[in-house]
Structures are given as structure tokens and as C-alpha cells.
């Protein structure tokens, strides 16, 4: 998944410093009372008025603007801070600049940032599965977000804040720059960006979880299963299909170790799948012994091949051997997340070694 043209940085709470600084102060209340009043807008999510809720809306960038796409956003925006809360601790004024001290308790935006990406991956690998090419707007990422916040009750943190203040001739203004956003979102803006959010193995490991999870259609488009024989339309498809239910029923792989140089990194696997040799070995003495008899003098070339194709469809869907195949997975870390290389070898390792297996009856 290429994350430099996904609208990450934007699905964020970002620039929550834009609403802290969305308005001056009168002169009177205190940095302790203008602090308080901001963060109550946090604790406060459902009593915020309708400029607040646009105001939040338009923090949210969304490639089509409509009443459903604003309503999700400001659900999303109260789901983040559905558990918000804050304590002043100490407050202190020198001049014309003031220190506000808060403990503050977020979401665990790490444990948030990790789903959230996960889901982006799994849906970019996902949309190789379709014939056409599948891009994800900026709205569906804001979609996948609020499913996870309305279905996942997400623990909280604690951490200490402290927020600066300048008096100006309007009273007392929260000063910019502070990276607020990122201390009030509990740290979501830095995970979402952290290129090691992710360990090797934890993206190996996505990758194939989601690859055992697809469906006979994905798996076939994914590994483009129509193309291994040479065959009628009729029975390229029941081949692919019954290739396609040994896969799913026996793929499996277990993550041995892993190894990272800078931003490069290898990571050991065994994969399990079906026995490839093992099938081609009983279609080829099947077929040695069908072509030994008349009756395959009698089917003439037509019949010997629709025979083939019967022989080779049962000695598939009849099979019961596994093969451990153990492969090194090659990745790469652009700077944005680790991206997993997904080569022939891994392929084949999946595909029960199909290609070497036939090679071997040349």
C-alpha cells in the first residue's frame, strides 16, 4: 500500500490547535479559565454548537461535501473523545506569558492508529483482487475510522500537557505551534505517521492473514489461478475452483524470525499449502494407466483431453497432501510504513509449488 498518495495526515484529528485558537479571549478571564474553556469543548463533544460542529467538520478535508459525510465526521470527532477528560494542575503568569499544566486523559491512539492502519492495508490488498483498478477517497477512510471508534471500546492513557499563553491587548491567547493536536489526540498524529508503527513481522504477518481470508473469487483473481492450464473455459474454471478450495483449505504459515537493516528487512516463514507434486504425480500414473487401455484409443484426441481435464479436476479436489515450504519475505520502509514485496516465491509457496511440480513431468 502506497500511504504517500492516501489522505492519512487528513483522517486524523489534526490541527486541533485550530479549534484552541478559534477565538480571542475578552479581557478578564484568567490563562487558567481560557484553558479550561477550550479543552471543555473536548469533554463536552455532544453540547457543542453548530458553527463548533462545522468548524470540526472543516478540519476534516472529505473529497464530496453532504449532510451524511458531515454527520459521520462529527460522530467520529465525539467517539474520539468520547473518554477526554483533564485536570489543571498548576498555572503560572511572568509578564505577559503564562503556563497552564494539565493532566490529561486520551484515547490510546497508538492501539487506534494501528487498526486504522491495518484496515487501510488490508483494503489495498483487498482491491487487487478485482478486476478493475479500486481507488479509496478520503471519505472512506473517515468511514473505516468511525467504524472502528463505534465498535471497539479503545482504552485510555494519561499524560501531562503543559499549554503556553501570551496576554495580548484582547486578554489572554493560547499560543500556536504547540503541537497540541498531538498531545490531545494522545499521540495519534505522531503514530499515523511513525514509518515503525509496524514491525517486519507485524506487516508480513497482516499480508498473509488477509490473503488466508479471502474468498474463491479474491484468491483466484489474486493469483490469477484461470491462467495455470491450458484448458477449455469450461474446465479452466472447475480446475481454478478446485485449486482455489485447496488453497483456502490448507494454507497456513507459521513466522520463524526476521531481520532488519536499516530500512530493509527479511523475514523467515514456512508456508503450508497443498502438495502440488503430490497431485500432478497421481494425475500422471492415472492418466499412464487410462492411455494404456483402448478405451483411450477409442476416445480419440478429444475424448483423451476431456479425460485429462476430469482426471486432473478429481486428482485436485481428492487431495489430501500439504507441503512446508520455508521462504524469506523481503520488505522495504519508504519512510512511511514497511511494504511487503510480494514475489514469485511467496506465490508459489502458496500455490503448492504448481509451477515446479509440473516442471518436474517434462
Not at 104 to 112: E, R
Not at 130 to 135: D, E, K
Not at 343 to 359: F, H, K, S, T
Request: hydrophobic share 35%; charged share 20%; with cysteine.
Amino acid at each position: 500500500m502506497n500511504r504517500k498518495s492516501s489522505p492519512i495526515p487528513c483522517l486524523t484529528v489534526v490541527s486541533l490547535s485550530l479549534l484552541l485558537l478559534s477565538g480571542c479571549a475578552p479581557k478578564g478571564p484568567t490563562p487558567k479559565d481560557i484553558v479550561a474553556k477550550e479543552l471543555n469543548y473536548l469533554v463536552n463533544g455532544q453540547a457543542q454548537t453548530t458553527a463548533q460542529k462545522a468548524l470540526l467538520t472543516s478540519l476534516f478535508p472529505a473529497d464530496e461535501k453532504n449532510e451524511k459525510t458531515d454527520l459521520e465526521l462529527a460522530q467520529t470527532f465525539d467517539l474520539f473523545f468520547k473518554d477526554f477528560s483533564y485536570n489543571i494542575t498548576n498555572s503560572s503568569i511572568k509578564d505577559n506569558k503564562a503556563i497552564v499544566d494539565v493532566d490529561l486523559t486520551t484515547i490510546d491512539a497508538n492501539t487506534l492508529a494501528k487498526d486504522f492502519i491495518s484496515q487501510s492495508i488490508i483494503k489495498q490488498i483487498q482491491g487487487s483482487t478485482t478486476p478493475n483498478s479500486v481507488t479509496y477517497s478520503s471519505n472512506d477512510y473517515y468511514h473505516s475510522l468511525y467504524l472502528l471508534l463505534s465498535s471497539k471500546n479503545y482504552p485510555t492513557i494519561d499524560s501531562k500537557c503543559s499549554i503556553n499563553l501570551t496576554q495580548t491587548e484582547n486578554g489572554w491567547q493560547i499560543d500556536p505551534h504547540q503541537h497540541l493536536d498531538d498531545h490531545l489526540t494522545g499521540g495519534f498524529v505522531r503514530a499515523v505517521s511513525d514509518p515503525n508503527l509496524f514491525t517486519p513481522e507485524e506487516i508480513a504477518t497482516i499480508y498473509l492473514d488477509t490473503i488466508k481470508a479471502f474468498d474463491k473469487e479474491q484468491m483466484n483473481q489474486f493469483f490469477s489461478l484461470d491462467t495455470l492450464f491450458s484448458a477449455d473455459d469450461e474446465y479452466k474454471r472447475q480446475i481454478s475452483q478446485s485449486l482455489t478450495e485447496q488453497i483456502l483449505k490448507y494454507f497456513d504459515y507459521e513466522i520463524l524470525s526476521s531481520n532488519t537493516n536499516g530500512k530493509t528487512a527479511t523475514v523467515t516463514a514456512d508456508i503450508i499449502s497443498y502438495d502440488a507434486t503430490s497431485v500432478i504425480q497421481n494425475f500422471s500414473d492415472q492418466m499412464a494407466t487410462y492411455t494404456a487401455t483402448s478405451q483411450a484409443l477409442q476416445d480419440g484426441i478429444g475424448g483423451r483431453l476431456t479425460k485429462a481435464y476430469q482426471v486432473l479436476t478429481d486428482c485436485i479436489n481428492q487431495n489430501t497432501d500439504t507441503k512446508t515450504t520455508q521462504i524469506i519475505l523481503s520488505l522495504n520502509n519508504d519512510g512511511i510504513i514497511w511494504e511487503l514485496n510480494l514475489d514469485e516465491a511467496l506465490g508459489q509457496a502458496i500455490l503448492g509449488n504448481v509451477q515446479e511440480a509440473l516442471a518436474g513431468q517434462e
